[in-house]
């Protein structure tokens, strides 16, 4: 299966090809990415081509679209999920929708991958070790769920990024700083995908997980 992966989860953008033969074509952003200001509208569609190109696939011949859904950065997740949509109904291509936690998690390399992205007002969005279902909860918690697990966990993500003096204090490990663990790799979106069912395009939203920050007045 030919495979494009979006996703724009957290403030870096991440674009993969999967080819059928098993040789993938990666825009992987750098762990630096997520600490400066997002940048989606104007590196996304570049990325994509990008990827495109050095995989020598025309959209005709993608077999599905597949895009990180979060939860994570509101205005990020709208992009990504909207040039998804864009992509799979101008070219005819089927839309799969994977969790992005999900594929922070897999490219983490520990026995005990706890994925956090940043969700603000002093949260994280958390994947425990072994999956389960993603939560918002301020990581002091996470913490305390982590230490309860009898695991020792390895965490990342930019939710660990910003809060790792505090994970450390409370005895969970962080990965280092420049880590390409930190970031959501496309080509994880895309392996991710294989198992995921075809969704109808009007279908793929994003998950917040929680009301976004800004209210109307």
């Not at 050095?54 to 679209?65: I, M, Q, T």
């Not at 390399?109 to 007002?121: K, M, T, V």
């Not at 994280?124 to 909860?137: S, T």
């Not at 990342?156 to 420049?178: I, K, M």
């Amino acid at each position: 299966m030919n495979v494009l992966g979006l996703d724009t989860s957290t403030a870096a953008s991440a674009a993969c090809v999967l080819r059928s033969d098993g040789e993938a074509f990666e825009s992987e952003p750098s762990a630096v990415a997520l600490m400066e200001r997002p940048a989606h509208g104007r590196v996304l569609l570049p990325a994509v081509t990008a990827v495109m190109d050095r995989a020598e696939l025309p959209f005709a011949e993608l077999d599905a679209v597949a895009v990180g859904v979060g939860p994570g950065a509101f205005t990020g997740l709208r992009i990504g999920v909207a040039t998804a949509r864009a992509l799979a109904s101008a070219h005819g291509i089927e839309l799969r929708a994977v969790s992005s936690l999900e594929a922070l998690a897999q490219g983490i390399e520990d026995a005990a991958p706890l994925a956090l992205i940043d969700a603000r007002r002093g949260e994280v969005f958390a994947l425990m070790p072994g999956g389960g279902k993603p939560f918002a909860e301020r990581p002091e918690e996470v913490a305390r769920r982590a230490r309860e697990s009898g695991l020792d966990p390895l965490a990342a993500g930019d939710g660990a990024l910003r809060f790792r003096d505090v994970l450390e204090a409370a005895g969970v490990r962080v990965a280092a700083s420049g880590s390409s663990s930190h970031v959501v790799r496309g080509l994880a979106i895309c392996t991710l995908a294989a198992d995921a069912a075809p969704v109808p395009t009007e279908a793929v939203l994003p998950d917040y997980r929680r009301p976004p920050d800004a209210r109307p007045l």
